[in-house]
Nanobody, 122 residues
């Protein structure tokens, strides 16, 4: 089982910055993709950014140019640097990690963090 501990959320004014962190721990063979999702109030949870094990990244259009996802494989941690924040970025942010829990039997798994609130005021 993979446990994820998120940190770094908070309240900022528009134009400000925040850095989210998500550290993975527990029993697994490897970690593959790591990602950040967000869920605004009353809306569905959507992908913000994803980073592969080798460092390839993908961003939703609203995050491009403002957010940067990165990872430290040695620390089993994924980060989301958020700059030029806007009120519409207000949401609960969740990290998600795809891992291989065991090889025999082959056991891929997706784990979710508990969520961290990001509030951007105008």
């Amino acid at each position: 089982q993979v446990q994820l501990e998120e940190s770094g959320g908070g309240s900022v004014q528009a134009g400000g910055s925040l850095r989210l962190s998500c550290a993975a721990s527990g029993s697994f063979v490897s970690i593959n993709d790591m990602a950040w999702y967000r869920q605004p109030p009353g809306k569905q949870r959507d992908l913000v950014a994803l980073i592969s094990r080798r460092g390839s990244t993908n961003y939703t259009d609203s995050a491009k140019g403002r957010f940067t996802i990165s990872r430290d494989n040695a620390k089993k941690t994924v980060y989301l640097q958020m700059n030029s924040l806007k009120p519409e970025d207000t949401a609960v942010y969740y990290c998600a990690v795809d891992s291989i829990r065991t090889i025999i039997p082959w056991s891929p798994a997706r784990s979710w963090g508990q969520g961290t609130q990001v509030t951007v005021s105008s």
